[in-house]
């Protein structure tokens, strides 16, 4: 198929496009100047440097013309904080922007497409009581992205999204996120952090779930993509292990992580700002063990299992700045 992949040079859209190549797709790319390195796809790769909201309608739909599927690894994640109100940017950047952008492909005859979202949706969804779409702009704003892009789809594009947890890797000229918890897990502090766990996948097993959608992902569905079920212990300890520098968690009360929480929200509120993830209620949530089994997204889209601990190490070393021929 011919696949074009929105957001293709970031972090999950380069493992998805590395990917869809492997399995002979032909694909091309739109992303945000400038290239995180050189070289980092073969020259089949046409890669188009713009920020689509710069496109207009016409070159976009000139773009999309021809093309079989589109990827959209775009959007706004919950490590933004954005002026207050922060649902208006959330709901802009996940949701309008997104859904324009599909409006278009669907315009040009594309009859696929995927995308990426968060695994926040289905824990919104199983824990009710919990409130997470009311107390947390970002989530609530993933939530409408895929009821949007459900509705649009209908029967003339065949539009899936992937719900996505914590996911480990590296790839050329972009440094890992995880980079302040290793800077912190390589100090001499002592370490403290909540008790709960989450489901852990690598990178590289995300892309083969993206191209695995992009080949057969069902309209209107919502895959719940991961792999391993960790407690932050035990994930924290395989990080330490990697570093030479284990060392033993402590957990601090649910009520001093609420006041630092209720702190940081404060601040929040005197620079006019807003996070996707209300920090006070986020404790709730990030002191549970937000499992889940992976068996019928992976069966269903055929990827993978395994390869968490080299991501781990790959993450270590691109935060360390080891370059990958000296990385073990």
Sequence with gaps: MRVLVVGGTGFLGYHAVLELIRRGHQVSVIALPPMPSDHIFPPSVEVFLSNIHNLNHGMLLAMLKGQDAVVYAAGADDRVVPKAPAYLYFHKANVEDCLHFFSIAKEAGVKRGVFLGSYFCHFAKLWPELHLAEHHPYIESRLEQEEALFKLGGNEMA??????PYIFGSMPGRTPIWKPLIKYLNSGWWLFYPRGGTNCVSAVRVGEAIAGAVEKGQAGHSYLVGDENLSWDALLSKFGVILGKPKKVLHLPAFILRLAALG?????????RESGLDPVSYITLQTRNTFFDPTLSRKALGYGQGGL???LKDTVDACLEI????AG
């Design 159 to 164: 539009i899936c999204g992937l719900r996505l």
């Design 264 to 272: 940081l929200k404060s601040i929040h509120r005197l620079q006019g």
């Design 309 to 311: 601990d080299i991501a």
């Design 323 to 326: 370059p990958r021929k000296e």
